[in-house]
């Protein structure tokens, strides 16, 4: 019970920070381009409440990976909805790119200060856990940029790709849209590509960031998911 109260509050906020954003920089976005259908809806709020998915949410602190509830676009709303949608989608991972590169500062900001620290100082006591809240933040900011530039639909990667397609094969791809999750849930949980190959390009990303200091969330994602 210790462990998981520990792991909750290690993983909540970066977490939480992680989807919401995600998912109103997509409504954002959309809204920028011509459709308010998100804004209209309540939907442009950094309140995590509006975008909780509880399945996705739960998997988020079971597996490291999750989802929120995606925000509404009406395509037909923008101005050129090929073209447009394409940057509606790369919004939700661009914003999860920005929030990696911004733990990876944080990170290198705490191991510099808690380095600076007597040993025993009641200081540590606070700056610990903000590391490893960090090193998750990264982590998992890292996984769900990559994760949803996956090609296939509904993730972003879809979406993108179809916005990029001509016409016929964008709707072949459309297509899959109905099966995509149980086609991407087959591909984590049934084959090897999750160990590898996104695995491995997930845990690159994650070091180029981390620099000097991958030990520091080499050693929280074990205290979280391995203990």
């Known amino acids: 019970m210790e462990h998981i109260l520990l792991k909750i509050s290690i993983m909540l906020v970066p977490a939480l920070l992680a989807v919401t954003l995600h998912e109103v920089a997509h409504g954002f976005i959309a809204d920028k381009f011509g459709d308010p259908t998100a804004r209209m809806l309540g939907r442009l709020t950094l309140n995590p409440l509006k975008h909780l998915d509880p399945i996705g949410t739960i998997a988020l602190l079971i597996f490291g990976f999750g989802w ?3 925000v509404p676009v009406n395509a037909n709303n923008l101005r050129n909805a090929k073209k447009d949608m394409i940057w509606v989608a790369l919004a939700g991972p661009a914003a999860n790119l920005m929030l990696a590169l911004f733990s990876a500062l944080l990170l290198k900001i705490i191991v510099y200060i808690a380095a600076t620290l007597p040993q025993g100082s009641q200081m540590l006591v606070m700056i610990d856990p903000l590391g490893l809240m960090a090193a998750f933040g990264l982590y998992i900011n890292v996984i769900l940029c990559l994760f949803n530039l996956i090609p296939i639909p509904p993730l972003d990667g879809g ?3 179809m916005g990029l397609l001509p016409e ?4 072949s791809l459309r297509r899959v849209e109905p099966f995509g999750m149980l086609i991407i849930i087959f591909l984590i949980f049934g084959t090897s590509i999750w160990k590898t190959t996104f695995g491995p ?3 690159h990303v994650v070091s180029m960031m981390a620099g000097s200091h991958m030990n520091v969330v080499e050693q929280t994602m074990r205290l979280l998911f391995y203990r």
């Open 68 to 70: 929120a509830r995606p």
């Open 159 to 161: 979406r993108v790709l």
């Open 201 to 203: 390009v997930v845990q």
């Open 168 to 171: 016929r094969q964008a709707q």
